[in-house]
């Protein structure tokens, strides 16, 4: 998430500065973190974009009863009530949403519709091995054109783009690990045509703007999108099947047969949990996730001067191979959206408005940007936002269903929600109607794992390698030799 290698000049980038889109007074050390929307539901780009408005709907207000009813109004829950009601129209489906929809991390994220499974393939393979790894993985592409597929026939303009994703290494060592990355896929099974390794020349095809690039991969599965508008268009789309949203409306309980909120309480045959790291601060539930922060910044729309220049071809995904790697796409509106983790997190209040912004965070950002990308080294940046993921102690993912209690759970997506949670609305809708299919054998139907240590260890962990994966990253800035330090923390990060 840190800088890459190349040396630049540093300017000096005021936000409020007037000037022509992309060319700016620009700088390093003395960029100010833009100030945060006014509109209380506008916390990203992507919310503050919506068209349309971002008024809450109808609370929850009474008692009501249906068949199934759903707690969270992100993407594992809209696709999950999409999908049931799509298949039985007589179904009664009822979502609850303690905010707006679409305004947890669905619509905060990169926008990446990526492939790639959430978790780690050899934690699956020891359950359910290799072969369903395998299928899950070729699911995951599968649900990159399903989104699609949605997209366009409910006709929502989010700005989807199928035109696949770069990962970059500038350093030596990044270039092995994206050279083993390659290979581990090819081991279990995908083809130089699902994923390949690129050399720096071949990298330069797809952005010659990218700086200090060594070599990298490519594969075809993924797509841009926007990605509240995607969330906002999808509840929109369970309306029109015949869904009811209820927003404003936090479950303070989520029980068999019942979800009790502050208005009032839903009765159902079937409850689907699907509040991802928010679920931690229902009680009990505090050690199942560890809620991680992304934190992202934009560029105002940047100059066709400057695309050319990039040479960034619109709907490609770019990221890098750093212990504390960034993430970058080229946004509807003409912007660069870049984000990267490294948030600190916090002990006392680990899911907090305070958490979405961060001037350390900003700054290294900014930093990232001007490095990777020279050609908008002068753009002023516009946003800057965050959102919390659900990272469970393994950070592997589950869809659970209990037949004898009608709970199901979806989520602990750890990142990469946005295909996840299609998978996962598809498969508790299999689920709920009692059909056997190849989605209900994914290795992570019904899969667990241990909760979290208690606190104040998990506090001192997560900052502990945060700055351990930064010096790793420093460290290899400087030598061009891998951080051995970096191995220490690898059993509690994300699988490469």
């Not at 054109?145 to 350093?171: F, M, P, Q, W």
């Not at 700086?211 to 991969?217: E, S, T």
């Not at 909120?261 to 009765?267: A, E, N, P, T, Y």
Request: hydrophobic content about 35%; glycine content about 10%; aromatic content about 8%.
């Amino acid at each position: 998430m840190r800088s890459t290698t190349m040396q630049f000049q540093s300017r000096r980038l005021d936000t409020h500065a007037p000037g022509s889109p992309g060319r700016s007074s620009a700088g390093g050390l003395g960029d100010r973190v833009p100030p945060a929307p006014e509109n209380p539901w506008a916390r990203s780009l992507w919310l503050e974009g919506v068209v349309r408005d971002l008024t809450p709907r109808e609370k929850l207000s009474g008692d009501h009863t249906c068949d199934v009813a759903i707690v969270g109004a992100g993407f594992g829950g809209l696709w999950t009530a999409y999908y049931l009601k799509a298949a039985d129209p007589s179904l009664r489906v009822t979502v609850i949403e303690a905010e707006i929809a679409g305004f947890g991390a669905a619509g905060r994220n990169g926008g990446f519709v990526s492939a790639g499974i959430a978790g780690s393939g050899s934690r699956y393979a020891r359950v359910s091995g290799w072969d369903s790894v395998l299928r899950a993985e070729r699911e995951t592409h599968h649900g990159v054109d399903e989104i699609g597929r949605v997209i366009s026939a409910e006709h929502i303009d989010c700005g989807y783009n199928k035109e696949g994703a770069l990962t970059l290494a500038t350093t030596e060592p990044q270039a092995q690990r994206v050279r083993a990355k390659v290979e581990a896929k090819h081991g279990f099974g995908l083809r130089p045509e699902d994923i390949r390794f690129l050399t720096a020349e071949e990298c330069a095809d797809f952005v010659p703007g990218a700086a200090g690039v060594l070599a990298g991969c490519f594969t075809p599965h993924c797509a841009r999108v926007d990605p509240a508008r995607l969330a906002r268009g999808l509840a929109d789309a369970c309306e029109r099947l015949g869904v009811k949203i209820y927003e404003q409306s936090p479950a303070e309980r989520v029980s068999p047969k019942v979800v009790q909120c502050r208005g009032g309480r839903v009765s159902a045959d079937v409850v689907i949990r699907a509040t991802e790291s928010f679920t931690i601060r229902e009680r009990g539930q505090r050690r199942g996730f560890l809620p991680l922060y992304s934190l992202m910044i934009a560029t105002e729309p940047l100059s066709q001067e400057i695309w050319d220049e990039l040479g960034w071809r619109d709907g490609l995904g770019i990221a890098d191979m750093r212990h504390l790697y960034y993430y970058a796409q080229r946004t509807i509106d003409g912007r660069i959206a870049l984000g990267g983790r490294g948030a600190p997190y916090r002990l006392t209040d680990p899911i907090s408005p305070s958490n979405e912004r961060d001037a350390g965070v900003f700054q290294r950002l900014c930093d990232t940007l001007r490095q990777a990308f020279p050609a908008a080294s002068e753009a002023r940046i516009t946003h800057h936002w965050g959102g919390s993921l659900a990272v469970p102690r393994d950070w592997c993912m589950r869809t659970t269903f209990d037949r004898k209690t009608g709970l199901g759970f979806v989520g602990a997506f750890g990142g990469h929600g946005v295909v996840a949670a299609n998978i996962s609305g598809r498969t508790m809708r299999d689920l709920v109607l009692g059909h056997s299919t190849d989605l209900t054998s994914l290795p992570w139907v019904g899969y667990h794992t241990r909760n979290w240590e208690p606190e104040p260890i998990r506090f001192v962990a997560s900052r502990l390698i945060a700055k351990t994966l930064d010096a790793s990253d420093n460290y290899e800035d400087r030598t061009a030799k891998p951080a051995k330090r970096a191995r220490l923390v690898q059993p509690f990060l994300p699988p490469s």
